[in-house]
């Protein structure tokens, strides 16, 4: 099946830095990805919609200043979380699909802002 | 936007019993997947199955679409099936988006 990567799987960082998620489709072309959140004991929640060549979408209440979403490849969009701060400690998963069916799901990436 | 609502959401079941998850969506779907999380997190995909019945080892699946509803089926239950079992809907209104929208998740413990 197809496969979508996910770097760094844990990241520690102190409140006020900005910590960078990549997320890749490592066989085949993807013009959107998804990132999702998912806080403890809880289920995942839509952030955005990446697009590649163009703006993301964010859904209702995410803060697009705050979370930096860049698709600039086929193969790869970032999720930058700046000014980290502790309530933004999480776990971050990005999807990516091949077409209009199966999405498939990165490992996710475990943030613990300090 | 689509509901998704899934039951019961705890289960606690004995080594080598079956049980049977239940997704139900609120409108119509061009996609549903079931999911099994991990202890570490990661997603495991069980079924791509926006209609019909699928079936891989232990594990079945069958979506109702008309009826707006998914079982998934686990027989002879392992420790190893312990987690969180995930439906997510694609709402077939969302053409354009394709993202899923997760149900609040099974949370099984299989115990020896």
């Known amino acids: 099946g197809a496969v979508v990567s996910q770097h760094p799987s844990w990241v520690i960082c102190k409140s006020g830095t900005s910590v960078k998620i990549e997320c890749r489709s490592l066989d085949f072309q993807a013009t959107t990805m998804f990132w999702y959140r998912q806080f403890p004991k809880q289920s995942l929640m839509l952030m955005a919609t990446?697009?590649?060549?163009?703006?993301?979408?964010?859904e209702q209440g995410v803060e697009k200043d705050k979370f930096l979403i860049n698709h600039a490849s086929l193969t790869l969009s970032t999720l930058t979380v700046t000014s980290a701060h502790p309530e933004d400690s999480s776990f971050y998963i990005c999807s990516a699909s091949r077409g209009a069916g199966e999405l498939f799901f990165g490992e996710g990436s475990r943030l613990t802002v300090l | 936007g689509i509901q998704v609502e899934q039951s019961p959401p705890d289960l606690i079941l004995q080594e080598g019993a079956n049980s049977t998850l239940r997704c139900n969506f609120s409108?119509?779907?061009?996609?549903l997947q079931w999911f099994h999380q991990n202890p570490w997190g990661q997603l495991i995909n069980l079924f791509y199955?926006?209609?019909g019945t699928k079936q891989n080892g232990r594990l079945s699946a069958t979506t109702v679409a008309t009826e707006r509803y998914s079982l998934l089926y686990i027989s002879s239950s392992q420790t190893t099936d312990s987690g969180v079992y995930f439906c997510?809907?694609?709402?077939?209104?969302?053409?354009?988006?394709?993202?899923?929208?997760f149900g609040s998740g099974t949370r099984l413990q299989v115990q020896p």
């Open positions: 997510a809907v694609g709402a077939a209104m969302d053409t354009g988006r394709r993202a899923l929208t």
């Open positions: 199955i926006p209609s």
């Open positions: 409108d119509s779907v061009n996609n």
């Open positions: 990446s697009n590649e060549g163009s703006k993301a979408t964010y």
